[in-house]
């Protein structure tokens, strides 16, 4: 199976723009999750969605939005880009029932750079 | 509501040498509990998990943690370092709830000295 796969990989942009980052799960997973890793905060879960729907959502600001199509593709979108928006952002998809269904895959990130 | 604490931001050890890195975990309701790593320009990769079954639990590359509840503790081990295994290392914890979030540690970033 393929695995995860994230688009861009890499993406400048400067303050105020938007910007959607797109995540392709593993086929069969249904739940897409989302987090934002830099280095002083580590890794920092934003939502997670299931079967269309957002179920989980961290402490992030409204400026940060998601959503998952019928396939289970999923985006996430930030607006008004702030500099401390520049991250690696990884998703990551699991199974849905089964042993091994809390088990997250993630892919590669894309790196967003915010000037 | 759960958390980790990963001791140490970056830990150093010489190749062939003992791994030792720390993990504390709270949690209000029986955890599940990972270990991930990372490569650079990478995604995480599991490492191993904790999930009831036994209390030691055997990883990839040779990797093993032990879950101690009295502790609170699930920390990683390799008993002989390689080079290869510089990386950064996440342990994360989730409740067993399906619809459960899963927390990460801040990461602690792994140096081999020759």
């Known amino acids: 199976k393929a695995g995860v796969t994230q688009t861009p990989r890499y993406l400048i942009k400067t303050r105020g723009q938007q910007v959607t980052l797109s995540c392709s799960p593993i086929?069969?997973?249904?739940?897409v999750s989302w987090y934002q890793q830099t280095p002083g905060q580590g890794l920092q879960f934003l939502f997670e969605?299931?079967?269309?729907?957002?179920?989980n959502k961290g402490n992030f600001p409204g400026r940060f939005s998601g959503r998952q199509f019928s396939n289970s593709r999923s985006e996430m979108n930030v607006s008004t880009l702030e500099l401390g928006d520049s991250a690696l952002y990884l998703c990551?998809?699991?199974?849905?029932?089964?042993?091994?269904?809390?088990?997250?895959?993630f892919g590669p990130g894309t790196r967003l750079t915010v000037l | 509501a759960q958390s980790v604490t990963q001791l140490g931001s970056h830990v150093s050890v010489s190749e062939g040498a003992l791994v030792l890195l720390r993990c504390n975990y709270s949690?209000?309701?029986?955890?599940?509990l990972f270990w991930y790593v990372q490569y650079p320009n990478q995604g995480l990769q599991l490492l191993l998990k904790?999930?009831?079954?036994?209390?030691l639990v055997k990883g990839i590359n040779g990797f093993e943690a032990e879950f101690k509840k009295s502790e609170t503790s699930f920390h990683l081990t390799k008993p002989s370092a390689h080079m290869s295994d510089a990386a950064e290392y996440f342990c994360?914890?989730?409740?067993?709830?399906?619809?459960?979030?899963?927390?990460f540690g801040k990461g602690t970033r792994l140096h081999i000295l020759p």
């Open positions: 990551a998809s699991r199974q849905e029932g089964g042993r091994a269904y809390n088990e997250q895959f």
């Open positions: 086929s069969g997973h249904r739940s």
């Open positions: 969605y299931f079967s269309e729907t957002q179920r």
């Open positions: 949690s209000s309701v029986p955890p599940y």
């Open positions: 904790y999930t009831s079954a036994a209390t």
């Open positions: 994360a914890v989730t409740a067993r709830n399906r619809d459960d979030k899963i927390i």
